[in-house]
Structures are given as structure tokens and as C-alpha cells.
């Protein structure tokens, strides 16, 4: 149980263009969810915490209007890369954790989008 | 601040010793701390994890120790294998929100296992 999906796995764009990730609870609601950003041999690093039927909270440093994420139903997260730029290129990557296990649950990753911007 | 720091960045051990990474975290209130491994291009996995009322677990050759004190936490893997080779981090929870406290991770140990 508890399967985040995430989709596409990988994709290429132009500069300026706008790339469109989605996450996907399976088999679990997820009020929240989380998108994390990785670039090449370094950490996971947390951009914005997804709420459901409300505002993302972005970590500080990262540029809402940029990276616009929306949380429309209890099992779909999307975060858009608008106007991409070839330095937006990494590996993003999005969790939830299944409700009603309290605070400070494991997260459970969707098998992240490798992003090549041109 | 919110902050998990990790060590250290590489780690190269004869295959069968043990291997250690260390981590510390900033927020006294953490009460979460999970360990993940992660192959390259690949999503993290969770390999254990413990909570603040737990000094110690143990699964396998995997065991994890926490210091609420000191605000450190490590792990420790025994008679280390091939397949044990892969990039580890540590996380902790840092309190957001009501009904999810949001994971920051630590900035990763390559542990590579010589034959």
C-alpha cells in the first residue's frame, strides 16, 4: 500500500516553455504532499508543501510564481515549471504520507521527473 | 533554523566491516528521524526509521541510535555487502502543519563497499 505515481518520468523542453509534473496518490488520500527538488549528486531539497484545497507553502528561496503547484483534489498534486530556464533542469520529486499516522510519518515517493530543459 | 546535517559526505569501507554515518538536526521538537537509501536515478527508499521515545532499533544488519540530548542520530550497518553501496540520508521532521510535519534531509553519504 501507500503508492505515490508520478508522471512523466522524464522530459525535455525549451526554454521559456512550461513543464507540467504530476503526483499521484494510488491507494491513499493525502491532504498534503510534498515536492522536493535534487540536482545531481546533492540532497533532496524541499521546494513547497501541497495542501489540499489550498495554498502551497513554499520553502523560502523558492519562487511561487515559478513553480505553481496545485492541490485540487485528495489525490492529485501538480507542480508546473513556468517559463523554464536550462539551470531549472533536475530531478523533481514528490511524496505523501497516508493519513492517520500521526506526526512524523514516512514519506512515500513517487519515482520523481528527470527535467532537461534546452 | 530548520536544519539536518550529515557526515560524512563519503564513506569507504572493506566489504564485511561496518559503516556509520552520523547526523544532527536543530529543532529540539523533531520527534521523527528516517533514513533512506537511494540508487542512482532512483526514488529514495526507506530503510528504518525511529522516533524520539526510542534510543535505539534494529533491523537486520541495519540499526539506528538517537541522542535527543545531543540532537544526533546515526546509523549503523554491519558485515557490509556490494549491494549496501548507494547514497544514504538522513532526515528529520521539522513541525508545519497539523496533519503533516514536512522531512528536511540531510545532505547525503556515498557509501561505497570495496570488494
Known amino acids: 500500500g501507500a503508492v505515490v505515481s508520478q508522471h512523466p518520468s522524464w522530459v525535455i523542453c525549451k526554454s521559456g516553455t512550461s513543464v507540467k509534473i504530476e503526483c499521484r496518490s494510488l491507494d491513499f488520500q493525502a491532504t498534503t504532499m510534498f515536492w522536493y527538488r535534487q540536482f545531481p549528486k546533492q540532497s533532496l531539497m524541499l521546494m513547497a508543501t501541497s495542501n489540499e484545497g489550498s495554498k502551497a507553502t513554499y520553502e523560502q528561496g523558492v519562487e511561487k510564481d515559478k513553480f505553481l503547484i496545485n492541490h485540487a483534489s485528495l489525490t492529485l498534486s501538480t507542480l508546473t515549471v513556468t517559463s523554464a530556464h536550462p539551470e531549472d533542469s533536475s530531478f523533481y520529486i514528490c511524496?505523501?504520507?497516508?493519513?492517520?499516522?500521526?506526526?512524523?510519518?514516512?514519506?512515500?515517493f513517487g519515482n520523481g521527473t528527470r527535467l532537461t530543459v534546452t | 533554523g530548520e536544519n539536518v546535517e550529515q557526515h560524512p559526505s563519503t564513506l569507504s569501507v572493506q566489504e564485511g566491516d561496518s559503516a556509520v554515518i552520523k547526523c544532527t538536526y536543530s529543532?529540539?521538537?523533531?520527534?521523527?528521524f528516517p533514513w533512506y537509501k537511494q540508487e542512482l536515478g532512483k526514488r529514495p527508499q526507506l530503510i528504518i526509521d525511529?522516533?524520539?521515545?526510542?534510543g535505539e532499533k534494529k533491523d537486520q544488519r541495519i540499526a539506528v541510535t538517537l541522542n535527543k540530548t545531543a540532537k544526533h542520530f546515526s546509523l549503523h550497518i554491519t558485515e557490509t555487502q556490494p549491494e549496501d553501496s548507494a547514497v544514504y540520508f538522513c532526515?528529520?521532521?521539522?513541525?508545519?502543519?497539523?496533519?503533516?510535519?514536512?522531512?528536511?534531509f540531510g545532505s547525503g553519504t556515498r557509501l561505497s563497499i570495496r570488494p
Open positions: 529543532d529540539s521538537a523533531s520527534n521523527y
Open positions: 525511529i522516533r524520539s521515545n526510542v
Open positions: 532526515a528529520a521532521t521539522f513541525s508545519a502543519y497539523s496533519s503533516a510535519s514536512k522531512i528536511i
Open positions: 511524496s505523501a504520507t497516508p493519513p492517520g499516522q500521526g506526526m512524523g510519518s514516512p514519506l512515500h
